[in-house]
């Protein structure tokens, strides 16, 4: 998620909301650029959608980026989208099950779905160039929250789970 907030604000976009369960990740994507965080804990699906809608004048999100790996979310993220909006589905990469999903909400709003997964191994040189042009526009030394040897791999893989972690590296 915090990467489709950076590139976001690298290609210019306008206002970025993002949404999360833990208040760190969401200062840090503040920090990476969005301009508003909205904790799902301490919100209800309505007031999330009735608060893009606002700060999008009525009209919904130009493009919205599901980024958690739930798929309970996505009729969520559609109703915040206006019409002929597109959605990026890159967090379910894996089976996490079905739902059911109102075709009218796709239809009428004549959305695009993108769905995504993985991408060329080839990809991170390109990725690694940018965050070394960009250096002085991002926080990049927050990118990376925790660092564990690979004796303590566990640990790292816990912590990776934690509300308080952002990307977590083993040292080999």
Same mark, same amino acid.
């Given at each position: 998620g915090l990467a489709h907030v950076i590139k976001?604000? #690298?290609m210019g976009a306008g206002k970025i909301i993002v949404t999360d369960i833990s208040d760190y990740k969401l200062n840090l994507a503040k920090e990476f650029g969005a301009d508003i965080g909205l904790n799902v804990e301490r919100t209800t699906e +309505? +007031?999330?959608v009735d608060i893009v809608m606002q700060e999008t004048h009525g009209r919904g999100a130009d493009i919205? @980026? +599901?980024c958690v790996g739930n798929p309970y979310v996505v009729n969520e993220g559609l109703r915040m989208l206006r019409k002929a909006a597109m959605y990026l589905e890159v967090g379910n990469f894996v089976d996490c099950g079905s739902v059911p999903v109102n075709i009218h909400e796709i239809?009428?709003?004549n959305l695009r779905i993108v769905g995504m997964c993985n991408h060329n191994h080839v990809a991170y040189k390109a990725h690694m160039e940018m965050m070394e042009? *960009? #250096?002085e526009l991002f926080p990049w030394d927050r990118f990376v929250s925790h660092q564990?040897? @690979?004796e303590k791999a566990e640990e790292a893989v816990? *912590?990776?789970m934690s509300k308080d972690s952002m990307k @977590? @590296?083993?040292r080999f």
């Open positions: 976001a604000r #690298m +309505e +007031e999330r919205g @980026v +599901e239809c009428s709003k042009r *960009t #250096m564990f040897p @690979v816990l *912590t990776s @977590v @590296v083993i």
